[in-house]
């Protein structure tokens, strides 16, 4: 009976596939099937992953038949499934010594996003369930990178602790990207989890820096990009977050704007099997960044005490591109490329020499050049109030 089972299981995933376009990733270009299946991974629910792991042989038996480079770690993704998301409780970091620094008046930072912000909520999560975190190395220390993130170089730059809530995966909502309920932890309750550990009568700090980066998970999932409602939806849950703060006492925001995802490997890899790909991840990007510059123009002259501050990566974004391209840097390839994000993978020999270290995050390099003019960025001028 159990065999049975393992073969309906096995043929409903298979049959799902088949009615569903190709998957758009490097995954599906090396291995159709398993590609196939990683694209119904990002359009399955929590709730359906969790009623496969029940099973525990169903479980690692679909994992073994279609996803074999993840068979290790088959035991521990089920208990992901099948474990809800904690509270996040993170731990300030203090600054490390910069080559440069710039003095603000701000307290911290405190901030919320995804996995270019993570510096190890995730990793932390995932070995509390499954023994092992992710992302596993190459990866450095619990980054999606080979060295410091973006807003960890930001804040040695500021001098500041860094209190960070970002999460991997995360979506601008209460989801993320991973379709296991342990890993559900987007913005919204990134910024309930912080709320919730400052207790029911402490206000939150008015003199912290409260840095949003956020977008790209919204846009991965499933056909998301390929629909403007996607972008209402980032800049609305933005807004959310940041309401949510500044009631509770929040008074200094920094909101960069969502680098151009049409730059990445990613995207490359997205065009080769469906055509246009390149131009739509651009004009999302594009379009995101309008959006939240309105809102932020909006949110500023609604609350006259918030002091609001952005930076157009998007812009800069594209600017370093091109600038990186003309110095001789890779922009085209990844340096680490690991079967599926996360897990261990070859490493090109010399990864200062690249922009990208997976198909979607920044090398240290990269994130070194974003992380400064953050930094500039959240000292300068905040958006008229008037």
């Not at 203090?94 to 003095?103: E, V």
């Not at 909101?255 to 790909?277: F, N, R």
């Not at 123009?297 to 930076?311: D, E, S, V």
Request: hydrophobic content about 40%; charged content about 15%; overall charge neutral.
């Amino acid at each position: 009976m159990k065999t049975q089972l393992k073969k309906i299981a096995a043929a409903t995933a298979l049959a799902v596939a088949a009615a569903l376009p190709a998957a758009p990733a490097r995954a599906a270009e090396e291995n159709p099937l398993g590609g196939l299946y990683l694209f119904i991974w990002t359009l399955a629910s929590p709730e359906g992953a969790s009623i496969l792991a029940l099973d525990a042989d169903v479980w690692q038996f679909l994992i073994d038949t279609m996803v074999p480079f993840m068979t290790p770690y088959g035991p521990g993704l089920r208990k992901m499934a099948l474990t809800k998301a904690p509270t996040l409780k993170p731990v300030a970091q203090a600054p490390s010594a910069a080559p440069r620094t710039i003095s603000t008046g701000y307290s911290q930072v405190i901030s919320f996003g995804d996995s270019m912000s993570d510096t190890g909520n995730m990793y932390k999560v995932t070995s509390d369930i499954a023994g092992w975190g992710l992302p596993l190395a190459p990866n450095y220390a619990g980054r999606f990178s080979n060295g410091p993130v973006v807003l960890e170089i930001m804040s040695n730059t500021l001098q500041l602790p860094l209190l960070n809530y970002a999460f991997g995966g995360g979506q601008s909502s209460y989801e993320g990207l991973v379709p296991v309920f342990a890993l559900q932890i987007g913005l919204l309750k990134q910024v309930d989890d912080y709320m919730g550990n400052l207790g029911l009568l402490k206000s939150a700090d008015a003199k912290a820096l409260y840095v949003i980066w956020t977008g790209p998970d919204d846009y991965y999932e499933g056909s998301n990009i390929w629909l403007s409602s996607t972008t209402t939806g980032v800049t609305n849950n933005v807004k959310t977050a940041m309401t949510k703060l500044y009631k509770r006492g929040a008074r200094n925001f920094f909101v960069p704007l969502m680098p151009d995802l049409s730059i990445t490997p990613s995207a490359t890899s997205h065009e080769k099997i469906q055509g246009g790909y390149i131009d739509i991840a651009r004009k999302r990007s594009g379009e995101l960044a309008t959006s939240m510059t309105a809102m932020l123009k909006a949110f500023a002259k609604q609350y006259p005490l918030a002091r609001i501050r952005t930076f157009d990566t998007y812009t800069y974004s594209q600017q370093q591109y091109a600038q990186a391209k003309a110095d001789g840097y890779n922009v085209a390839e990844a340096c680490y490329k690991p079967p599926f994000m996360g897990l261990p993978g070859p490493v090109c020999a010399t990864p200062d020499s690249y922009l990208f270290w997976d198909e979607n995050h920044p090398t240290a390099a990269g994130s070194k050049v974003i992380g400064d003019a953050f930094a500039t960025a959240a000292a300068g001028a905040a958006l008229p109030s008037k």
